[in-house]
């Protein structure tokens, strides 16, 4: 059997310390007792009274034995404090023991003081009083000096002179335990599964207070919510399934098997020749490099593994050979700080127990010459690799992805899971969420902040990286996308209320157009011309013409925003006035439509009051086209559209520098960010399967930080839906469950990132197997 060795770290100065050396005044005790019984026995057995009377324990054994560690008890070495404690003061916690050499000057004491007189002078008696009251003082300002020197609560401020007293007596207080009784047990019988809380509601005037259930699991998802990331999370690695590691030749179609270490990337063929490692109890393989190659043993035993990059020889510290600097034909080992075919397969290896070698001359030119000129593979992710669903999803013409506000969750969802009966929609269900915790911040950056690739930022150096990364945690607090601002209506206002454009207005005096600032929320509304202040609007000095109309011509606009708004005013100034045109020749065709209508009802009239024959009223009055009417409107809709659409890109630059944004309109413009997501994959970018590869993978390794629980409770809250084999009592629906935290995490992000790339209720209910390990 191997050696093991257990080391004990305590700190200095605590209880622990005290506890400790307790310990071992316990433990030499007891092997002092339990060697001199076995002795003792042993010599009885053999009836041999002499010996078992030597080995029997006498006090000096005992006393011996008692003072074991109470120097190291009270050693002031490390603190350069002079610790003067009696240890007296220890031992009157016990009854008095002496050596067998005092016994007899005891006696002999006792019988003089016997034969003496009793009688003493006074003198004496008070020098002795006098000494005492001394030792008593010495011995209080040592203790108290002690208590004064230690700042912390440690062994120096135990009071050794305290008698022991019973075990439920500490410090002067008596503990004891309480009795319990039926008539203590609260059988009130209140809910404790749910909490509650209330909301007003108002019909016809009349105010109604109403109890509103939340969730059993509403604290789960309060503390999930609010810490999403997982410390122990990790970026999984790809095995190198080009060549078997052994022989370093080319797997082909007849390797049907091939073995895959799983601590590493490496591959080997099965069989005896290339395969030499072991076989977990759950029938995981482990390569031989994870050991020592000669004496078996493992990191937990040798502490550090040296790994050669060229062959299958792995090292302890003992049994590795010497470094090539020691051997004369330089035939050693070389160190490697990294290996940069690991880093391409995302490959770290644990520097605390392991070490990247070389092992010989052969090695070292076999890797330098060969295994690192070789061409890398490409391990990026192809669109036949997407998950059967997603291109299930994206090939069917008739589905399309859709908005999570108008996303409903399954009948089965509010009948059987959902503690809110009237909630059907997505949205309402998130909205049980706090809008300000880390999970909608998360998720959010996750779906709206743009990713790069890894080999753009390998390039970069590390001054760059570390001055984008704090740029990048600086802004993640507050990133948040100008049009999703624009959603919330205070900020909506504020922007338009602040910013101004240029617009075409006529002087009513020297005719001449000019340009002037309007603000935005009136070109908007197109009315801002009908204002008192512009109907007779002449040159002042108020819109910067300090001359009035003598002042000279502007000059023409730079900017392509500012041109492009002022050619659509015009367009839509000469489409207004077609359309006032158009509508005026239409009232004035309908006035004389109406005169000849009346013309005829007349002329008949008469007519049928004499016997001549009435004259037909006119079939068919020629009216003017009104087709040109309804294409000057459609073209004003569309320069309606044109200009708000420039003005939002305008808004949407500008709201975050011109407002005061607060915490809580930062989280609803977030949260209506990820109600108003629609998926990735569209019309327009349908086609680029690189793209929504790229999207997929950057959702896989953000949701591989979070926490199981995290990734459930949002799960929970969009409706996923586990369909079992089972059906329920008296209905024949399936028994359906939400996502538990025992399933596969792996196949959890990949059904959350299928639903994200491509939302809609197909993608939001699973069997049960399709997250099983």
Not at 126 to 150: A, I, T, V
Not at 400 to 409: A, E, F, S, T, V
Not at 423 to 447: D, G, N, P, R, T
């Amino acid at each position: 059997k191997n050696m093991v060795k257990i080391y004990r770290i305590i700190t200095c100065g605590t209880v622990e310390e005290r506890i400790l050396f307790r310990s071992q005044q316990k433990l030499y005790l007891d092997a002092v007792v339990n060697k001199g019984a076995k002795l003792l026995q042993d010599a009885m057995a053999d009836d041999n009274e002499s010996e078992a009377e030597n080995f029997d324990l006498n006090n000096d054994d005992l006393l011996h034995s008692i003072k074991f560690g109470a120097d190291k008890l009270f050693d002031s070495s490390q603190n350069g404090i002079d610790d003067q404690i009696d240890l007296d003061i220890l031992l009157q916690r016990s009854y008095k023991i002496t050596s067998k050499s005092n016994v007899k000057q005891e006696t002999a004491k006792e019988t003089e003081q016997q034969s003496t007189t009793t009688t003493t002078t006074t003198t004496t008696t008070n020098e002795s009083e006098n000494n005492n009251n001394n030792e008593n003082e010495e011995r209080k300002q040592r203790q108290q000096m002690l208590k004064d020197l230690s700042s912390e609560n440690n062994v120096r401020d135990f009071n050794f002179s305290q008698a022991l007293q019973s075990g439920n007596v500490f410090e002067g207080q008596e503990y004891k335990k309480k009795s319990w009784s039926m008539a203590d047990a609260k059988l009130e019988g209140k809910r404790t599964c749910t909490s509650a809380k209330y909301q007003q509601l108002v019909v016809d005037g009349m105010r109604f207070t109403s109890r509103v259930e939340l969730d059993t699991n509403h604290k789960f998802y309060t503390a999930a919510s609010d810490y999403v990331f997982d410390s122990k999370s990790t970026q999984p690695y790809s095995h190198q399934l080009e060549r078997c590691w052994s022989c370093d030749q080319h797997y082909t179609d007849k390797d049907r098997r091939i073995v895959e270490c799983s601590q590493c990337p490496k591959t080997f063929h099965h069989n005896k020749q290339c395969w030499r490692g072991s076989v977990g109890t759950i029938g995981t393989f482990v390569c031989s490099q994870h050991s020592c190659y000669h004496c078996g043993l493992k990191t937990s035993e040798c502490g550090m593994i040296l790994r050669c990059l060229a062959c299958q020889e792995s090292y302890c510290l003992p049994c590795a050979p010497p470094p090539h600097w020691t051997v004369a034909n330089g035939d050693g080992l070389h160190f490697v700080d990294d290996c940069k075919v690991a880093q391409h397969h995302n490959y770290h290896l644990p520097t605390s127990t392991y070490i990247y070698v070389l092992c010989g001359s052969q090695c070292y030119d076999f890797y330098h010459t060969d295994y690192v000129q070789r061409s890398l593979p490409d391990l990026s992710l192809t669109y036949e690799d997407l998950p059967d669903m997603l291109l299930t999803l994206m090939e069917n013409r008739h589905q399309q992805p859709q908005k999570l506000k108008h996303i409903r969750l399954d009948r089965r969802i509010t009948a059987q899971l959902c503690a809110f009966s009237s909630m059907h929609k997505v949205v309402e269900k998130l909205q049980c969420l706090s809008k300000e915790s880390l999970i909608f911040q998360e998720l959010y950056h996750a779906l709206y902040r743009p990713f790069e690739d890894d080999d753009d930022n390998e390039e970069a150096d590390g001054a760059q990286k570390e001055e984008k990364e704090e740029e990048e945690k600086k802004a993640d607090k507050e990133y948040v996308l100008g049009k999703h601002y624009l959603k919330v209506e205070a900020l909506n206002q504020a922007v338009s209320a602040k910013l101004t454009l240029p617009q075409w207005i006529q002087c009513t005096q020297c005719r001449e157009w000019r340009y002037i600032e309007v603000n935005v929320a009136d070109i908007i509304s197109g009315q801002w011309s009908r204002q008192a202040t512009f109907v007779n609007w002449k040159c002042d000095a108020e819109h910067g013409f300090e001359n009035g109309c003598e002042s000279s011509k502007q000059a023409a606009p730079t900017d392509e925003r500012v041109l492009k708004i002022l050619r659509l005013q015009r367009e839509r100034i000469t489409a207004q006035h077609l359309i006032a045109v158009e509508q005026e020749k239409l009232a004035k065709a309908a006035k004389v439509r109406q005169a000849q209508l009346q013309n005829a009802i007349l002329l008949q009239a008469m007519q049928s009051s004499t016997t001549l024959t009435p004259t037909p009223l006119p079939d068919a009055i020629v009216m003017p086209d009104s087709q040109l009417l309804v294409a000057q409107q459609s073209k004003l809709a569309q320069i309606e559209h044109k200009m708000k659409r420039i003005l939002k890109e305008y808004k949407t630059e500008n709201i975050v520098a011109l407002c005061e944004i607060s915490v809580s309109q930062i989280a609803e413009a977030r949260f209506i960010g990820i109600t108003e997501w629609n998926g990735f994959v569209n019309d327009g970018n349908k086609a680029d399967t690189d793209a929504i590869c790229r999207f997929y993978e950057h959702l896989i390794s953000t949701f591989r930080e979070w926490r199981i629980e995290s990734l459930k409770t949002i799960m929970d809250h969009l409706g996923f839906l586990m369909v079992s084999r089972k059906k329920m009592r008296n209905s024949n629906d399936f028994k359906v469950d939400q996502i538990a935290l025992s399933y596969s995490k792996e196949k959890v992000i990949e059904a959350l990132a299928v639903f994200w790339i491509f939302p809609c209720q197909q993608a939001l209910v699973y069997s049960t197997g399709s997250f099983a390990k």
